[in-house]
């Protein structure tokens, strides 16, 4: 089960970086997704790494403002990012895949944690 941390309340133009740990040890055969979810709107996704890290893939509205890295030593995948506006503001939930490409459909990722809220003010 993954479990995500960082999220919080930050002024728009600012940044924040999300961590989501896992406690399988297989944790570098899942490839990882950021999914996110406002208020009244579906989950949508935001960024995934495949399995090695040497895949990424990234929804428009992250290109060129967010970043999805991972640790295997630490089990731990994380999501900086930057350049934050209002529209970023929801839930943010981490997914984990095995062995799979770094998809940005919801329905690809086997686990989720409980999600961590991004408020962002204007």
């Known amino acids: 089960q993954p479990v995500e941390s960082g999220g919080g309340m930050v002024q728009a133009g600012g940044s924040l970086g999300l961590s989501c740990g896992a406690s399988?040890?297989?944790?570098?055969?899942?490839?990882m997704g950021w999914f996110r979810q406002a208020p009244g709107k579906e989950r949508e996704f935001v960024a995934a790494?495949?399995?090695?890290?040497?895949?990424?893939n990234y929804a428009d509205s992250a290109k060129g403002r967010f970043t999805i890295s991972r640790d295997n030593d630490k089990n731990t995948v994380y999501l900086q990012m930057n350049r934050l506006t209002p529209e970023d503001t929801a839930v943010y939930y981490c997914?984990?895949?095995?062995?799979?490409?770094?998809?940005?459909?919801?329905?690809?990722?086997?686990?989720w944690g409980q999600g961590t809220q991004v408020t962002v003010f204007s």
């Open positions: 399988r040890r297989s944790f570098s055969s899942y490839s």
């Open positions: 997914g984990a895949r095995w062995r799979g490409s770094p998809a940005s459909r919801s329905s690809a990722y086997e686990y």
């Open positions: 790494i495949n399995f090695s890290g040497d895949t990424t």
